[in-house]
């Protein structure tokens, strides 16, 4: 393993570190699952900054793959990284790399915030319906490239329970 990934289970909107990643819908305007428990613990204020985003920036939504940083509000992140993963089935082959570059593009922003830590949901893995396996060796995958150019950051994969966060560390043996 990395030294600067660590696995762990959680409930990632207590995570204190610098930023915590949202598995965002293009709408940036909330949702469901971890998108919904963001929102909640953190307040209104990250509604109104998505707002301002949409409204400035990206009139038609997020694209997916890309990402958008806004407050984490009251939580104890400094700040949250908005990243809208691809629904499996609705990109073929371009679904994985999609995936890859919600992690890419989360870590970039994260670096130009400042930051030295991270922290990741399982994107794409709840309502979007990508397979739990393949989604977590993209992630990993991803994430090792990105270290491996030298990057000092800390990266967290949170996972909501101990059976994700098993389905996780069994999938990305021997890469
Ligand atoms: P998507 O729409 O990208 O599939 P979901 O929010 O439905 O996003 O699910 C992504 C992952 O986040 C799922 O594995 C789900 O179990 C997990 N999750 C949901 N709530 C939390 C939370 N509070 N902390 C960490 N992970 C969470």
């Not at 990206?58 to 908005?82: C, E, F, Q, R, W």
């Not at 309502?127 to 490239?145: F, L, N, T, W």
Request: hydrophobic content about 35%; charged content about 20%.
């Amino acid at each position: 393993m990395h030294n600067h990934i660590k696995i762990k289970t959680g409930d990632i909107t207590k995570e204190q570190v610098c930023a915590i990643v949202n598995a965002a819908n293009s709408s940036l305007l909330g949702g469901g699952g971890v998108d919904g428990a963001i929102h909640r613990a953190g307040g209104r204020t990250i509604f109104e900054a998505c707002k301002e985003i949409r409204a400035t920036q990206y009139p038609d939504g997020l694209p997916t793959g890309k990402a958008v940083a806004t407050t984490a509000g009251v939580m104890d992140a400094s700040y949250v990284i908005h990243t809208v993963g691809p629904i499996f089935g609705s990109c073929g082959s371009e679904c994985k790399t999609l995936l890859a570059s919600c992690y890419s593009n989360s870590l970039k922003t994260a670096l130009e915030l400042g930051c030295k830590d991270i922290a990741f949901p399982a994107i794409s893995t709840g309502i979007y319906g990508y397979p739990k396996e393949a989604a977590a060796r993209i992630a990993y995958q991803s994430v090792k490239e990105f270290l491996d150019e030298g990057h000092d950051i800390t990266v967290y994969f949170v996972f909501h329970n101990d059976l994700d966060k098993s389905i996780f560390e069994e999938s990305i043996q021997g890469l």
